[in-house]
């Protein structure tokens, strides 16, 4: 199961090779978008049964926490890739996040250059953006600013988990924070965290076979 970002493009996995190579048993991974997250598929797809490996990116990887949180037990194991607990920033706290005034820059964005480069399409790269209808980026937008993972995690993983996790995130990513993945790591002590130099968000695109890698060694141990 793949959980796309918002405002996201399926283009942005074309460069991983296990979004075309079915598991064991024969299924292709299924690539969810921002919207049918927000609409609730990913998690009737759980209620289905059975056991997932999921890669969640960005937004996606809200989604993919939030799902393991709700089915600990259906987790076969989490690729989080710039994943964060909570998108916003919280300065009473510390957390640090993304202030509302980056998040609506990041709306006037997609609007403007209808997700044409606004994020910077690397050269020869497919554009992991695209431009949505407005109502969906609104409706994103509001799970952006409302979820907030961190209780929920804690208490549900504080003794552990059974499954892997592999941790994705560039050093000077500035919509999700190096500290989101410090903070995933602390939560999951024994997931792999690899750290990349630069500010790219958008690592299926940068990462394919680091990603691949992953993937496949949750896919082999579960099989």
Known sequence: ??????????????????????????????????????????????????????????????????????????????????????????????????????LEALRRGLELTHGQGFFGVPEGKPNPYMEDRPENLERGLRFLLETDLRADLERTFGGGCHFPVHLFQSEADGIVRRSNADYLKRIFPHASLTLLPGGEHALPIWVPDAIDGAVGSIVEASS
Not at 24 to 37: A, F
Not at 80 to 96: C, D, I, N, S, Y
Request: with cysteine.
């Open 1 to 102: 199961m793949v959980l796309n970002g918002w405002a996201a493009s399926p283009h942005a996995w074309n460069l991983c090779r296990f979004t075309r190579q079915p598991a064991p048993d024969g299924q292709l991974p299924v690539l969810y978008s921002y919207t049918d997250q927000l609409d609730g598929l990913s998690e009737r797809a759980f209620a289905t049964g059975g056991r997932f490996a999921v890669v969640g990116w960005s937004m996606g990887g809200s989604s993919a926490l939030a799902l393991a949180c709700r089915h600990p037990d259906q987790i076969a194991g989490l690729v989080l890739v710039a994943a964060t607990p909570r998108m916003m920033e919280e300065r009473e706290t510390g957390w640090k996040g993304m202030s509302q005034m980056r």
